[in-house]
């Protein structure tokens, strides 16, 4: 079935840091998303990548989807205490648009 | 717009006995999935289904699990008998018909807040 492994598994940033994850896939996916979940919460969607090469922002958010359709890294810029969770990579494919998630990157921002 | 709603919100059972987890997806969307989330395992898809119809049901652990969809406004997640092992988080989530591609109006995957479930 299809993988998708998210690295780092966690992280400690202080305040005022970019953050850089990434997440590669043993498929091909036609859509990268991108999630976070905060604790006792579902997750909820940052940004989502339709094509391949695509570099898109939403605030200090920044994703892209890798050329070989295999790979996406989203970066946090000037990191704040409200950036902690736990960031997912999720991949959509096929024709009914199955929505596969990775492993997760958990985000501690100190103050 | 209300959201994806789940009921109930936690569940403790004793192994043996039967589980049923509910979800109410956003009125209009046509797909819903249901994702197990462990700490072993991170989030799993157990099923979708779209236009009430089950797609894929391989992520589905074992025959103890089931999942309906009568109509599209609400669909069951069934666990029986349950086990110590099925103890997780469980998420149902929906998504829209796609009209485009326009992330702002399609393709998103509206979660619930899930059902903490403990089998004893």
């Known amino acids: 079935g299809q993988q998708l492994n998210q690295s780092p598994q966690s992280m400690f940033i202080q305040e005022g840091e970019d953050v850089s994850m990434n997440c590669t896939s043993s498929?091909?996916?036609?859509?990268w998303l991108w999630y976070k979940q905060d604790p006792g919460e579902g997750p909820v969607l940052l940004i989502a990548?339709?094509?391949?090469?695509e570099l898109t922002s939403n605030g200090r958010l920044t994703a892209q989807f890798g050329i070989t359709r295999k790979d996406s890294f989203l970066n946090i810029s000037a990191s704040i205490p409200s950036d902690v969770g736990i960031y997912f990579c999720?991949?959509?494919?096929?024709?009914?648009?199955?929505?596969?998630f990775g492993t997760g990157t958990k985000l501690q921002v100190i103050p | 717009d209300a959201g994806v709603i789940q009921s109930p919100r936690h569940e403790v059972t004793e192994m043996g006995q039967e589980v049923t987890l509910r979800c109410k997806p956003i009125?209009?969307?046509?797909?819903l999935f249901w994702y197990r989330q462990t700490m072993m395992r991170g989030l799993e898809l157990l099923i979708y289904?779209?236009?009430?119809?089950?797609?894929?049901d391989s992520g589905m652990p074992e025959d103890r699990f089931s999942a309906k969809m009568p109509n599209a406004s609400f669909s069951t997640l069934k666990i029986q008998p349950s086990e110590p092992r099925d103890s997780a988080v469980y998420f149902c989530?929906?998504?829209?018909?796609?009209?485009?591609?326009?992330?702002?109006?399609?393709?998103?995957?509206?979660f619930g807040s899930g059902t903490q479930l403990s089998v004893l």
């Open positions: 989530a929906s998504r829209r018909p796609d009209r485009g591609r326009s992330w702002e109006t399609n393709e998103k995957l509206f």
């Open positions: 498929s091909i996916f036609n859509t």
């Open positions: 990548l339709y094509k391949a090469g």
């Open positions: 999720a991949g959509q494919s096929g024709g009914y648009q199955k929505v596969t």
């Open positions: 009125s209009g969307h046509n797909s």
């Open positions: 289904f779209n236009n009430n119809v089950p797609i894929d």
